[in-house]
């Protein structure tokens, strides 16, 4: 029997992505979609915590219809959503944190660059996190892509890639830089950079499919 995992969404946006990387690495493997946008609403008005409780309902529900691991595509819920795993005692891991980990062994000095503002803080909170946990003091600085995140909504999805890809060009003085949100990985491609350009989705769906 295949093995399946559950993969939680606040954009359709990810489906097809996450199941074009599963076709290319991991064909045997299979994914099981939830997308609840609303939850991503709730962090942008009120922090990640105020989509805690509206998260573990959903985790919740994952596991009682037979999810034995989760992963969490939305970078801005993702601490609340592992939280929400441990103490239900579901395996969850969120998108970015194996992206993280490879940004710490990349350097110490780190550019995030960030499509929405309430991602800020949980993908440098993580990042510091990472960093602790491998004994390395890193230099953080951040930058919100220009009306990116309007492009997002409007679905100019060609238009939000072209403003990352923009966002990368103009970075210095980094080792690394990393796009905090799953749906900024396209942005890379458009665009050669002598600096490592790391996004989450390739790196996530590897490690959680481990978890199965």
Known sequence: MASTLTLLHTSMVHVPVFNALRDEHHPGLELRHLVYEELLGRARGAGPAGAAEATRTVISE?????????????????GVAEAAGAELGLPVLRVDRPMAAAAVAYGTRITVLAALESTLRPTTELLHEEAAEADREVELRTVVVADAWRRFEKG?????????????????????????????????????????????????????????
């Open 62 to 78: 994952a596991a009682a219809e037979g999810a034995t691991a989760l992963l969490c595509t939305c970078s801005t819920i993702g």
């Open 156 to 212: 100019d999805l060609e238009g939000y890639a072209w403003a990352v890809a923009e966002a990368i060009e103009v970075v210095e003085d980094a080792d690394v830089i990393v796009l905090a949100q799953a749906s900024m990985t396209p942005g890379a491609q458009l665009v050669p950079s002598r600096i490592p350009v790391l996004s989450s989705p390739r790196l996530g769906l590897e490690a959680a499919a481990k978890l199965v």
